[in-house]
């Protein structure tokens, strides 16, 4: 099967988009672009950091990509930002933005994964955008609890508070003949599915989720509260099973699910990230829909029960490029 890649900024309802939170290495100007023209992600973010920092509190901006967040929590008047990231080009253009706006005094650079990286204090606030598009399938719960631990004052806070993913059963044949066909888009020449799957070790593109902004009518029931990750608890489980049930509202073929978060960033700021409202810019263009896809459509009937099974698991196999792995089946 040929697996195509169409670099494009413009994406419609329904178009089938590279998985971008199982490539986040691969994220470069292209993306990053994306996510700072992101009006409902640059809104919400804004808006809680300018309430949750306050005039001298130390901040920590984990994944701070090219340093908007920091630059929000600095004319916030935090006395310091740390910012990691682990791509260093990346980083550097942070370190541009923060210098142009004059703050580059008060921002101090991290190059590394987080888990390597040791602080010279202890922080008062770590703010993260590690959401994957349904929740913690960037690792933000397993990243931010070992940040939270060896990074975060007593009493210190974190943002976002909590994140809670969702579910619904959804048809759609386009999405569906799309991923038959070898179709699926990026925003950036540097990703490409088929060698996603070779380095995930994957033969079938049913086997991953992709990045489809689905629209309600598509959905064949009532969306489901699946999982609630606190990123102030203690304990983190890395692998898990859900098990969800769903009735159906219509008849028609049932090709997948869609997943979605809706995450609180304080107890005043929530980002919702489950419209599909494109002209009014009332969904998220980085944090599409996750559209996890059943290889053999099922046909539903009205009134009848759908049931998805959801597993994360860890990889055996510890040089495949993510340490863990979601598998997923319908049943009526």
Known sequence: MKLLTTPSMRYELEEVWFPCSL???????????LMLNDQLRMAAYREAIRQAVWPGAVVLDLGTGTGVLAQWALEARAKRVYGIEVNHKILELAERRLGAAGLADRFKPVNGLSYDVELPEKVDLIISELIGNFGDNEDCHRILADARGRFLKPGGLMLPLRVTTFFVPVSSLMAHEQILSGVCKSVSRTHDLRKLLERLGLDDPFDVYYDVIVPERRHLGAPRKARVFDLGADRVDTTYRIDLSFTASA?????GFKGYFIADLTEQIRLDISGSDIESRLTSDSWKHAYLPLRRPIDVRSGVSIKLTLERKANEDKSLASTFRYRWQATL
């Open 251 to 255: 008849p028609g073929p049932l090709t």
């Open 23 to 33: 490539d986040i290495l691969g994220w470069d100007e292209e993306f990053h672009e």
